[in-house]
């Protein structure tokens, strides 16, 4: 960590006073925000060198061509550390947690995810363009090894693990001709591989693509497959063919296909990327005893019997496994979501502290009223506390820093022991004189700091101005 921060001296020639440890998706890479004087930037310690290059140089190429990547800053010497440019906080991935959760979407929710799908065919054309593939790691294009990996991947993590009885060799006839299926028309296109809301950041309305570090050459209908069907995100039948739409229409700039021929062929991709999935969950599951991925699996099997209701006659009897996997009760039982619950909240002292209708009473509330009040001078009344006039002001008084400082220390001390007693829920609470300022700002940053650092429900209310959202 020292490493990074003589990095981040060297690019900004200001010393880095704070160092915050950003939460990674299952991956061994480590990232921080490092933040000194005005200039905030993402550093990055990985623990293999050639995965480091391939994202440091396909960034590189990516903004060459106009892409939306982040910029890498500086490299240390020995390549297992760099910082790159700060994108912010919005995930994709958080920013339509409601729709998520809910299974329906909001326009907003849908346009955002729209305009991700409206950017894909770029960087899989225009990324392509003059690229040196032989940076891409571990294999510069995807070929019949790697499918047949992610095939096995799926019968021995997954398949065997439910008990379902098979007769290996027919079942090894159908992956073969699969194979083959897929193998065809590969194109001269960069295949993101991992393109998913997670690793995509929103900056200033744009969607900005990150972790593409396992790129290769390949298929288009990778891609498409592995976002619209991602077996948790739980999108409507007509949001899916939305998507697919937008889709197709961004990629009349690069190609002339068919709807129907499109269609036809991501099918194949849909039902081959829903196997690796399964292998995946199988793998952290079964094996790795960590039950959160298991509880993916009825997601993933609900997108698989949708599918299977035209069956893929040209793979009998792997279609007569799927069959028979999507009847067992046990991989579709929706689990009981036994995480902890934290309720934050902001509100007004003058019309009462939020009650508590869990039953479980107790939790905090914090007086905001201590802070300097952005609320008594005139300029910022028509504002609230998600407003980036009342943030910057906030922020550059300092004093709203030092009292999150403080609470976070005891939030987190709280939701680390409930977690451990396996208590189901909590409430923060945070006043003010209105309503609308400070406290909305805290309970907003309390939120994110909870949703980012623990597997927590976390849902935020802003009382007074009617906002409440999950995330």
């Not at 849908?110 to 225009?126: D, G, N, T, V, Y």
């Not at 199988?282 to 035209?310: C, D, I, Q, T």
Request: hydrophobic share 35%; net charge negative.
């Amino acid at each position: 960590m020292d490493q990074l921060k003589q990095l981040f001296k060297e690019y900004s020639g200001q010393e880095a006073v704070s160092m915050e440890e950003l939460t990674s998706s299952g991956s061994n890479r480590r990232y921080f925000r490092i933040k000194g004087g005005d200039i905030s930037i993402i550093g990055v310690i990985g623990t293999c060198r050639e995965e480091n290059n391939a994202f440091i140089s396909l960034s590189g190429h990516f903004l060459e061509k106009g892409l939306k990547v982040p910029h890498v800053l500086a490299v240390s010497g020995d390549g297992l550390r760099y910082i790159q440019e700060d994108l912010g906080d919005d995930q994709l991935y958080r920013m339509v947690s409601r729709g998520r959760e809910s299974g329906e979407y909001s326009t907003y929710e849908c346009r955002l995810l729209c305009r991700a799908m409206e950017m894909l065919p770029h960087i899989q054309f225009k990324g392509a363009e003059d690229l040196d593939w032989s940076v891409c790691y571990p294999e510069p294009a995807f070929n019949e090894r790697l499918v047949m990996f992610d095939l096995n991947y799926f019968k021995y993590c997954f398949l065997k693990a439910t008990g379902l009885e098979f007769n290996e060799v027919r079942l090894q006839d159908d992956f073969d001709r699969m194979k083959d299926d897929i193998m065809e028309n590969m194109g001269e296109t960069f295949m993101y591989r991992d393109f998913q809301a997670r690793n995509i950041m929103v900056k200033d309305g744009e969607p900005y693509f990150i972790d593409f570090q396992g790129g290769r050459k390949g298929p288009i209908y990778y891609d498409v497959a592995s976002f619209v069907w991602q077996a948790r995100s739980r999108y409507p039948e007509s949001l899916r063919k939305e998507l697919v739409r937008t889709y197709l229409q961004s990629l009349k700039s690069y190609m002339d296909i068919s709807e129907e021929d499109f269609n036809s062929r991501l099918r194949l991709f849909v039902l081959f990327r829903t196997l690796q999935v399964l292998g995946a969950y199988g793998f952290r599951g079964y094996f790795e005893k960590k039950p959160h991925f298991l509880g993916s699996v009825p997601y993933a099997m609900s997108n698989l019997r949708k599918l299977l209701r035209e069956p893929f006659t040209e793979y009998p009897y792997l279609n007569e496994v799927l069959d028979k996997l999507t009847r067992l009760p046990q991989l579709n039982e929706m689990p009981q979501d036994k995480r902890l619950e934290v309720k934050v909240f902001s509100f007004a002292y003058k019309k009462g502290i939020p009650a508590d209708n869990s039953g479980n009473g107790g939790g905090y509330v914090f007086d905001c009223r201590a802070v300097n009040n952005p609320g008594k001078y005139e300029h910022y009344r028509q504002f609230t506390g998600l407003d980036p006039e009342v943030i910057k002001f906030l922020e550059d008084d300092g004093e709203i820093t030092d009292f999150l400082a403080q609470v976070y220390s005891l939030v987190d001390f709280h939701v680390k022991t409930f977690i451990e007693r396996k208590f189901t829920h909590l409430q923060v609470s945070f006043g003010c004189t209105g309503g609308q300022h400070r406290s909305v700002y805290c309970a907003e940053h309390l939120a994110k700091h909870l949703s980012d650092k623990f597997d927590i429900k976390v849902t935020l209310c802003h009382r007074e101005l009617g906002i409440e959202r999950i995330l």
